[in-house]
């Protein structure tokens, strides 16, 4: 460690919910040019500290200092005033609104008669998305991309601050390898340029490659402050979860050669174009591909979601024709949707009501709703996935993030349905419950279950699943086994399917 004066201090902060001490006496130092990893399994105070520091919540007691001078932050206005952005874990973009007017929200360019300069704020956010390199028209309604796009947009918007301290809050979650290597791009020139940046992901390769120091935070408290420099994957999970984890991928190889589904030239309107595969019982088939590349639209192509134009699905060997999603859950699919920012949580329900939302209304297999079953198998589902023990009593408003999403995910898994879709299932889930989730993968394809996982964890996808097929441009022309790849030949596979006829991607 330098001997600099931090550009930001955290002296001793503490913050207290209803029920959880969040923030325990958390001491950390932010230097200019440093990219400071903040990590730590979910609920144990991340997003807190990060409130904090960007003036959404008051601590309530500690102090912060900037520059060496003890500050209030009281509102969100001063910590951006301050020269802080922030990238909030929550989407905190107008869905009408566009690209641009979402990029400068709060910030808009006026002129000195208080008129706004539309023209400043579409070439402003032209140059930042330039800058990020994404491919986005700055006038384009920014409900209508994709999550990942969003997502870059919402980084965009702290970019387009050029503050002096930025602050993301798990920013590639929805992001795809490519994505994320631009990214890692942008903060390393914006280190030299003297930024200090706070970076939450639970993506452990991605800090071992991007950050200088980190801070680990256990139960609200630092169980590991900065300053150490060596920066290793298993010491930092060790830290995290308190105790060695053992395995970090626990695959089981349980396919059989039935075919349970068979998809024959799936096309639609929305981004399919040519899919074709077999899912075999007791499977996990892995959709690999960039951002964009499909894999969302394929699932959701199968579920029913969006109608077929052309191709057919068939179970079992018998063709089916999903006009609904209701038909595809009622012939035994289901779908953890990816976009689990914005849909599938009921925000005012605990989680067990959240967890049994899906199998309510008769999709129970057997016809009826055994309530004691359901109790039992809810709260197995709230162990296994090490969900907030918070979740069987709160609503799941008042849960971290991380824990939001595994309430979806046990929904699903709690649905008993023959073949799952997963669609990027551990995005934000820390170590222990990511798995968890692999754990209960082997315990579904061991009890017949099939599964299609689509990951932008290429290193997960690899891991995890028996056969990879890799998506390009909506089309899936040919699966190979998953032992037959490695990372690179995945990353390469998945990039140059974007420059390559499909038949030449595994050449
Ligand atoms: N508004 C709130 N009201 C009550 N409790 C809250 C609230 N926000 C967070 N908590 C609780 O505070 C603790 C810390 O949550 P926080 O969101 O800081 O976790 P996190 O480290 O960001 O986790 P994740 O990795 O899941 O995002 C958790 O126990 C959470 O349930
Ligand atoms: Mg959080």
Known sequence: MTSETPLWEFVDISKAYPGVLANDKVCIKLMPGSIHGLLGENGCGKSTMIKTLSGV????????????????????????????????????????????????????????????????????????????????????????????EQQL????????????????????????????????????????????????????????????????????????????????????VSAMVGEDIGEHYPKEHNASDDVVLEAQGLVTEFGVTDASFTLHKGEVLGLGGVLGSGRTEIARALFGTDELSAGQILLSGKPVRFRREIDAIRAGLALVPENRKYDGLFFNFRASGNITAA????????????LKAEAQATHDLIRDLEISTQAEEKTVNFLSGGNQQKIVIARWLFSQSDILILDEPTQGIDIGAKIAVYKLINKLTRAGKSIILISSDHDELLAMSDRIAVVQHGAIKRTVKASDLNHDDLVRASADALHTKPEEAFA
């Open 57 to 148: 919540q008051q601590p309530d007691s500690g102090k912060i200092l900037h520059n060496g001078t003890e500050v209030t932050i009281s509102d969100p206005q001063a910590a951006r005033d301050n020269g802080i952005a922030t990238v909030f874990q929550e989407f905190s973009i107008v869905p009408t609104l566009s690209v641009g007017e979402n990029i400068f929200l709060g910030n808009m360019p006026r002129s000195r008669l208080g008129v706004i300069n539309w023209k400043k704020v579409h070439d402003d956010a032209a140059r930042v998305l330039a800058e990020m390199d994404v491919d986005v028209s700055p006038n384009a309604i920014t409900g209508t991309l994709s999550v990942g």
């Open 153 to 236: 947009v919402e980084i965009a918007k702290a970019i387009a601050m050029d503050a002096r301290m930025i602050i993301l809050d798990e920013p590639t979650a929805a992001l795809g390898e490519e994505e994320i290597e631009r990214l890692h791009q942008l903060l390393r020139n914006m280190r030299s340029r003297g930024t200090a940046i706070l970076y939450v992901s639970h993506r452990l390769d991605e800090v071992e490659r991007i950050v200088d120091e980190v801070t680990i935070l256990r139960n609200g408290r630092v169980v590991r402050a900065s300053g150490e420099t060596e920066i290793n994957v298993s010491d930092i």
């Open 359 to 370: 199998s309510l209304g008769g999709l129970n297999r057997f016809g009826v709703l055994n």
